[in-house]
């Protein structure tokens, strides 16, 4: 079984900033791309960003300048960090990554459980 764990998710004021982390467990072999995703009341579930192994990323329009994206490919670990966050930016941010995995042997995409981000006006 493979596990995504984020945290980092709480209240913040318009302006401020956050840190999401997501750690990946389990029987991993290799993880190819890691993102984030969130999904806000009323809305469909939308991308935020990507990072392949070799740290390629593309962002979402919406957050370009404002949030990056890294990771950690020896702690299976991505991280989102969030700048200049505005009230729209509230959604529930899911972590997701493509991983190969040995018991059982597949390999197919994985999803956090969600942590909630509030930005206050």
């Known amino acids: 079984q493979v596990q995504l764990v984020e945290s980092g998710g709480g209240l913040v004021q318009a302006g401020g900033s956050l840190r999401l982390s997501c750690g990946a467990s389990g029987s991993i072999v290799s993880i190819d791309v890691m993102g984030w995703y969130r999904q806000a009341p009323g809305k469909q579930r939308e991308l935020v960003a990507t990072?392949?192994?070799?740290?390629?990323?593309t962002y979402a329009d919406s957050v370009k300048g404002r949030f990056t994206i890294s990771r950690d490919n020896a702690k299976n670990t991505v991280y989102l960090q969030m700048n200049s966050l505005k009230p729209e930016d509230t959604a529930v941010y899911y972590c997701?990554?493509?991983?190969?995995?040995?018991?059982?042997?597949?390999?197919?995409?994985?999803w956090g459980q969600g942590t909630l981000v509030t930005v206050s006006s």
């Open positions: 990072i392949t192994r070799g740290t390629m990323t």
């Open positions: 997701n990554a493509d991983i190969s995995t040995i018991y059982p042997i597949t390999y197919r995409e994985f």
